[in-house]
Structures are given as C-alpha cells and as structure tokens.
C-alpha cells in the first residue's frame, strides 16, 4: 500500500479533530484526508456510493480497496506508527466486537458528542493540509 | 599465598568463565533474531551481533574487576567459600540482568521490523474497480 485515502465527515466536529489528529501523526503510510461527499471525493472514487460515505468512516488505499466503518477505524490506526501495534491487537477476536459495538455507538452520536467539545478545542473548518 | 588470594583468583577464573559462557550463548543464538530483523542481510547482523558481544563483555568485566574488593576476613576455606559465594552471586545477577536486557533489545528491534511489514488486518470490505 503506497497511499491511504480517509473520508472524514465535514459536518462533525469530532471527525475534524480526528482528521487534525491524522494529519500529524508519523505515519507508515501517507495518508490523504478528503472531506466525504466533496468534490474531490466525486472525482477521485466515481465508482464509490458518495452518501453512504458521510454516514460511515470509509477509507481507500492506492489500489481502490476500501474498507468501511470499525474496519476502516482499526485501517487508520494501522497505518499510524505510534498506533499499529493497537490497531492488530484490537483486530483480534477478543476485542473485535467491542471495538464495532463501540465504533458503531460512537459513529451513530458523533453530532451530538461533537456539542461536548469545548469551543477552545474546536478544530478548524478546513482541512489542515 | 594467603586465602584471600586464592578467593580473589577463583572469584575471577569463575566469573570469567561465566561471562564467556553467557556471552558465547548470546552470541551464538542472537543471530538468528538479528539476521531476521536486518532482512537477512547476514554481515550487517553478524556485525551487529559483534558489536553488541563486546559491549556485554566490557560491561560484565568491568563489574567483576570493580566488585572484586573482599570487605570481610578471609582467613579459612569456610570464610573463603563464603566470600565467593557473595561474590559470585552477584555477578550471575548482573549476568542475568544484562541477559534479559539483550533479549529484551533484540525483542524490540525485532517488533519493530514485524510491524513496519505487517498487512492490514481487516481485508478490504470492496474494491472500486478503476
């Protein structure tokens, strides 16, 4: 894998923070951060179902892999250095179903967690990069 | 000579002994996990492993010649066995403290290296067909 596409939701606060958080983080693989449903994403993946992607965390590698939802979290966590080894601890079958039962609950109230951060820690609207 | 010279050359002919077997055993099987963790670019391990066998047995002789110094009469063979005992023991601690270090730095270097390569671990949910 050479490239690691992620489609962030733009409308939620908690998803921009992640997508900030992405950005700087070292990573094993470069990673692209593309708002989901945006132009850029239209253009890039034209064969992908662009609604479905703003209402779960879709990621895309240079090959048109995609993965979607806790696996597409654990996929992220993967690609970063400080965070692989968790990402294949949290791929095994003791902690795979927390980790969806969790991803699921956390991807159904990001708006209403995103009302949680305070305006101090908001991140920015645009893309950092 | 007198007992406590006969302590001090067994202590050292003892401890020496005991370095050279750990560091032959750490030398002998560290590289395999070496040769692993380079890419199976056996000179750099053999290089490394090298390295890493003389900076245990600097560190291990230093401390035996720093530590041989007998605080206590040694005046009979009970008094003698006992001063080697004390000393002794606390290299094979020192021994097996820097063991464990070394297994520990090989461990490492070699987690990092299966990490660096290791795939995703879900399979892909779908392919976009370009």
Redesign the interface.
Same mark, same amino acid.
């Given at each position: 894998?050479n490239q690691l596409t992620v489609l962030y939701d733009p409308r939620c606060t908690l998803c921009r923070s992640a997508r900030d958080f992405l950005s700087k983080e070292e990573s094993?693989v470069p990673i692209v951060l593309v708002a989901a449903g945006s132009e850029t994403a239209r253009q890039r993946?034209p064969? $992908?179902d662009h609604a479905a992607t703003l209402s779960t965390l879709t990621v895309?590698?240079d090959?048109?892999?995609?993965?979607?939802?806790d696996?597409a979290f654990?996929?992220c966590l993967?690609a970063l250095r400080r965070y692989?080894?968790w990402?294949?601890r $949290?791929?095994t079958p003791a902690f795979r179903p927390h980790i969806r039962t969790f991803f699921h609950w956390f991807s159904e109230n990001r708006h209403r967690l995103s009302s949680f951060v305070p305006q101090a820690l908001m991140p920015s609207q645009e893309a950092s990069r | 000579m007198d007992p406590k010279a006969w302590t001090y050359l067994v202590y050292l002919v003892l401890s020496v002994a005991l370095t050279v077997w750990v560091a032959r055993t750490l030398h002998k099987n560290g590289r395999i996990f070496l040769v692993d963790v380079f890419g199976g670019n056996e000179p750099l391990a053999d290089s490394v492993n090298h390295l890493l066998v003389v900076g245990f047995y600097l560190i291990n002789f230093g401390y035996v010649t720093l530590a041989l110094k007998l605080s206590i009469p040694v005046e009979s063979v009970p008094q003698s066995i006992e001063a080697l005992s004390q000393k002794v023991g606390a290299v094979l601690l020192v021994l097996g403290g820097m063991h464990f270090f070394n297994l520990y730095v090989f461990s490492r270097m070699r987690r990092k290296v299966v990490l660096a390569a290791a795939p995703p671990p879900f399979l892909p949910d779908a392919c976009l067909t370009r």
């Amino acid at each position: 894998m050479n490239q690691l596409t992620v489609l962030y939701d733009p409308r939620c606060t908690l998803c921009r923070s992640a997508r900030d958080f992405l950005s700087k983080e070292e990573s094993y693989v470069p990673i692209v951060l593309v708002a989901a449903g945006s132009e850029t994403a239209r253009q890039r993946f034209p064969g $992908l179902d662009h609604a479905a992607t703003l209402s779960t965390l879709t990621v895309i590698d240079d090959r048109g892999n995609v993965w979607k939802d806790d696996a597409a979290f654990v996929t992220c966590l993967w690609a970063l250095r400080r965070y692989r080894e968790w990402s294949l601890r $949290l791929a095994t079958p003791a902690f795979r179903p927390h980790i969806r039962t969790f991803f699921h609950w956390f991807s159904e109230n990001r708006h209403r967690l995103s009302s949680f951060v305070p305006q101090a820690l908001m991140p920015s609207q645009e893309a950092s990069r | 000579m007198d007992p406590k010279a006969w302590t001090y050359l067994v202590y050292l002919v003892l401890s020496v002994a005991l370095t050279v077997w750990v560091a032959r055993t750490l030398h002998k099987n560290g590289r395999i996990f070496l040769v692993d963790v380079f890419g199976g670019n056996e000179p750099l391990a053999d290089s490394v492993n090298h390295l890493l066998v003389v900076g245990f047995y600097l560190i291990n002789f230093g401390y035996v010649t720093l530590a041989l110094k007998l605080s206590i009469p040694v005046e009979s063979v009970p008094q003698s066995i006992e001063a080697l005992s004390q000393k002794v023991g606390a290299v094979l601690l020192v021994l097996g403290g820097m063991h464990f270090f070394n297994l520990y730095v090989f461990s490492r270097m070699r987690r990092k290296v299966v990490l660096a390569a290791a795939p995703p671990p879900f399979l892909p949910d779908a392919c976009l067909t370009r």
